[in-house]
């Protein structure tokens, strides 16, 4: 009944920047938390940062400083500015984010997009 879409990933060198975005579409009533993982080729998926609806953000300290989150609540999507790109930024990112649909009952249910390829080389 919802699905995430992610885009902006790409390559880049070191250095660089990219933005991704993530869109939430389907029966959404309300969302709370939207966030951004990655999960490098050998090793788990780990969180590089969140925002809840209130706009409190958190951050991963291998990013902070160097990547900023936001959203807009209007159009139930969520940012990720990544700046100051490192070889060690390689990955899928993925968004994550808490929904209420009008068939989950009042509850907030985790749902992920289906990831997008980041890659920081020369």
């Known amino acids: 009944h919802v699905q995430l879409v992610e885009s902006g990933g790409g390559l880049v060198q070191p250095g660089g920047s990219l933005r991704l975005s993530c869109a939430a579409s389907g029966s959404i009533v309300s969302i709370n938390t939207m966030g951004w993982y990655r999960q490098a080729p050998g090793k788990q998926r780990e969180l590089v940062a969140t925002?809840?609806?209130?706009?409190?953000?958190n951050y991963a300290d291998s990013v902070k400083g160097r990547c900023t989150i936001s959203r807009n609540n209007a159009r139930n999507t969520v940012y990720l500015q990544m700046n100051s790109l490192k070889p060690e930024d390689t990955a899928v990112y993925y968004c994550?984010?808490?929904?209420?649909?009008?068939?989950?009952?009042?509850?907030?249910?985790?749902?992920w997009g289906q990831g997008t390829q980041v890659t920081v080389s020369s």
């Open positions: 925002i809840t609806i209130g706009g409190s953000t």
């Open positions: 994550y984010a808490g929904i209420k649909t009008i068939y989950s009952g009042g509850d907030y249910q985790g749902t």
